[in-house]
């Protein structure tokens, strides 16, 4: 079946202005994550959502990010008045939901760049 | 910031020999996977191992975890060229399990 899918893959864009990512997990799977990751660093957690909701948004690194799940499945990660500091890849994962099997499947990412 | 440290930053060795990368991490554990990653792009999920176990293997990767050092080794046999990328673990908290906290990654590289 299809894997996770992220829209666009690469994203340009200036310093000040707003973007979105987006997300498409696996069917079926209720536990989304994302996460950024630096150059030559591992990924870090931002946020994770359990169906509609955002269990957990510890890792948000402050309120310029919000990500939403309407409707369960697909994901929106939207940044505002972005800063040259957002620039990474952002990588979204899903997951069955259930603690004894949280191995997460990951979408294969959007490089943000801000310039 | 990263819960584990990966140990070495980056190895080097010829096809078909084997290749161990180790892990530490700080704080109790529900779970440990390690992951793969390519050229900057998406991981790919290797393997897990719960806390309440001690090895385990799949195809040419063999895992360890032990609890009390707070440590995990990866262990691929007959390395192949197309092992070539970056390796992380990642820990699943026994506190909020859901969410993975990765280590820093061991570049490893496979010469033919």
């Known amino acids: 079946g299809a894997g996770v899918s992220q829209t666009p893959s690469n994203k340009v864009t200036e310093k000040g202005k707003y973007v979105e990512l987006r997300c498409d997990p696996i069917s079926g799977h209720t536990a989304l994550y994302w996460y950024r990751q630096s150059l030559g660093q591992g990924p870090e957690f931002l946020i994770y959502f359990q169906g509609t909701g955002a269990a957990d948004d510890s890792g948000l690194p402050n309120d310029r990010f919000f990500a939403v799940r309407p409707e369960g499945s697909v994901s929106t990660l939207k940044i505002q008045r972005t800063e040259r500091g957002d620039s990474a890849m952002y990588l979204c994962?899903?997951?069955?939901?259930?603690?004894?099997?949280?191995?997460?499947?990951f979408g294969p990412g959007t490089r943000l760049t801000v310039l | 910031s990263q819960q584990g440290e990966e140990d070495p930053q980056a190895l080097s060795i010829q096809e078909g020999e084997n290749a161990t990368m180790n892990c530490s991490y700080k704080t109790s554990i529900n779970n440990l996977q390690w992951y793969r990653q390519n050229s900057g792009r998406g991981l790919v999920h290797l393997i897990l191992i719960r806390s309440n176990e001690r090895e385990k293997h799949s195809g040419r990767l063999r895992v360890t975890l032990d609890t009390s050092k707070k440590s995990s080794s990866l262990l691929i046999t007959a390395s192949r060229a197309a092992d070539t990328a970056s390796y992380f673990c990642?820990?699943?908290?026994?506190?909020?399990?859901?969410?993975?906290?990765f280590g820093q990654g061991t570049r490893l590289t496979i010469n033919p």
């Open positions: 990642a820990t699943g908290l026994i506190q909020g399990a859901q969410k993975l906290v």
């Open positions: 994962a899903s997951s069955p939901g259930t603690l004894r099997r949280n191995e997460q499947f």
